[in-house]
Nanobody, 126 residues
Framework: QLQLVESGGGAVQAGDSLRLSCVASGRALHVHSMGWFRQAPGKEREFVASINWNGASTAYADSVKGRFTISRDHAKNTVYLQMNSLKPEDTAVYYC???????????????????WGQGTQVTVSS
């Protein structure tokens, strides 16, 4: 049974950086695209970033482009989200997710993912 566990969240000041990690156990992730999503209080879960199976292709939400970087390490079965120049509007619970299908594509829709972690809280104060 696949389990995704996020870590690395915390409370920081605007302009600071954090690196989130998503470690998978129970199943290798190397053939799947992976994504990061976030959900702020009172808002719907939204796409943040995605990476294809080999890391050659990535995609970002416009709101984080240029500040966040998604990467993966197959040997560690881990996906990362490096977040720089954090803003108060980045405050949310961040979730990693595994794509339903194998392949080379990048996915932005929640419905394209079938396994989720429990989330890690990121709080950015001004």
């Amino acid at each position: 049974q696949l389990q995704l566990v996020e870590s690395g969240g915390g409370a920081v000041q605007a302009g600071d950086s954090l690196r989130l990690s998503c470690v998978a156990s129970g199943r290798a992730l190397h053939v799947h695209s992976m994504g990061w999503f976030r959900q702020a209080p009172g808002k719907e879960r939204e796409f943040v970033a995605s990476i294809n199976w080999n890391g050659a292709s990535t995609a970002y939400a416009d709101s984080v482009k240029g500040r966040f970087t998604i990467s993966r390490d197959h040997a560690k079965n881990t996906v990362y989200l490096q977040m720089n120049s954090l803003k108060p509007e980045d405050t949310a619970v961040y979730y990693c997710a595994k794509s339903r299908t194998y392949g080379n594509d990048i996915y932005r829709a929640i419905g394209d993912y079938d396994a989720w972690g429990q989330g890690t809280q990121v709080t950015v104060s001004s």
